[in-house]
């Protein structure tokens, strides 16, 4: 009998347990008081691009943006809205009142970007949001989202944190993982928590989920340009993914005895990072593999952590870090030299014969894995002398790799502006191209005229004094008889 009721009483206790779970799951945070308070930090976002580089695609766009530096007028948004192309940048308020921006920052590599605009030129007194921590959160949390959602602005969503780690950024960027659903147009948007705090910023999402870049991020670079200290993004060329630890094990051969030393993940099944793909020209690619697992980077564990991963590379620009590896179940040591993504940013580009033109990027070799040298087109107006040289997607956009152009080699910009120079108004011309948009990217020479006069040869250069690109004048303009 006491078994009986001992039993009966460990059942009650284990369904009141669920009841009294499933009703913290389902309480609701009063965010009225907030929400009235936090509108006036966010701001609409709508940026017009003609010229685009890289695979940016020219237009208009609507986004979302927050303050977070009021005196400085700085606003947080993310890096594909920002994008690394020259554009025409609308700040919309609250109270309906605009004003022009300019880029102050894009990340290379994470996606999140600053604007600058001039506090003077708005009507109201700009307040800036406060800026919480990643490492504070915990799964269930309730969140909230303010953002310009399908274009219709301070759009209000709630949700909760679903995963603390994942990786959804392009190349090996922590993500959270939450429940708002549908949030297009919401690029950008600030993401709180209840006690008042930006813990988040909103990157990407599906009908049903929705993942938002950890606002640590942004926060330290955004210490770093206070401060008026360089931002530096160490490279070494790895894609990078997690994999569940039992997946590593059986897959991949790393040291079952290890399990234990890696433990427990606070995002859920514990993981580690694997090498997913190698970037041609890049300082890892002759000692790396696809399929290495990262054990420690400078002896330290890196589990899963992806962003202590990146905080090391870019702590070791200019120098080297050491990889703990595991490749196919043999420990290996290899020390990889650190470069700079932020030196080889596009900060200087061509018009010429109605085409864009500028150096190679990494983010290019990533996506094209391109190994050669060259210049890049990413766009020639339709029916343009350089409009003819390959295949145009149908926003207008190219995928094109120039090699040569009448007999001499193209391996950088520079060279691409010598080249040019010589060539005369109606010049027959011909080029060597690789066109990325064809299923046969192999070398192919191609013929052209060049109207020198609609589509002369011009130079910009970034000036970062200014958040501004200048035309450089000297010595550019080509014969033309």
Known sequence: MKQIFERTNSVVLAILAIFIFLANANAQHDWTEQVAAYKPMVVNVETSSE????????????????????????????RHVT?????YVKINFHDGSFTEARILYYDPTHDFGFYQIDPAEVDFELQAVELGEWGT????DELLLI????????????????????????????????????TGGSSGSPVWNTAGQVIAIHARGTDTSSFELPIDYLH???????????????????????????????????PAELRKEIGPSKA???????????????????????????????????????YTFDAVLNQNVGKSVNLDIYRN??????????????????????????????????????????????????HAERGSSFSRVGVQERNGNSKIVILDINGKQIRNLDDFIEACKSITDGQHTYVVVRDFNLFDSSPTPKSLTVNLKFGPLQQFEW?????????VMEQLSPVSH
């Open 329 to 378: 179940g043999e420990n290996l040591s290899i020390d990889i030299p650190v470069e700079d993504l932020e030196a080889k940013k596009v900060t200087r580009f061509v018009r010429f014969g109605g085409a864009i033109l500028h150096d190679i990027t990494p983010q290019l070799r990533r996506i094209l894995f391109l190994e050669a040298d060259g210049v890049y087109l990413p």
């Open 463 to 471: 000036n970062q004094a200014e958040l501004d690109w200048k035309e």
């Open 51 to 78: 010229v685009v580089f890289e695979t940016e695609v020219k237009g208009t766009n609507f986004a979302t943006g927050f303050v977070v530096d009021a005196e400085r007028g700085i606003i947080a948004t993310n």
């Open 220 to 254: 330290d670079a955004l210490e770093l340009i206070r401060n008026s200290i360089p931002i530096q993004r160490g490279e070494i060329g790895v894609d990078l993914e997690l994999v569940s630890i039992g997946e590593a094990i059986k897959h991949f051969n790393f």
């Open 137 to 140: 959160l915990a799964l269930g």
């Open 268 to 306: 859920g099944t514990p993981k580690v990072i694997q090498i997913e793909s190698i970037v041609p020209r890049t300082t890892g690619e002759t000692d790396l593999r696809a399929s290495d697992i990262i054990y420690r980077i400078n002896n330290e564990i890196i589990k899963d952590d992806l």
């Open 147 to 182: 953002g310009n959602n399908e274009k219709e602005e301070y759009t209000i969503k709630f949700g909760r944190i679903t995963n603390l780690n994942v990786n959804k950024g392009d190349r090996h960027s922590s993500y959270i993982h939450t429940t708002f659903d549908r």
């Open 83 to 87: 994008g690394s192309s020259p554009a």
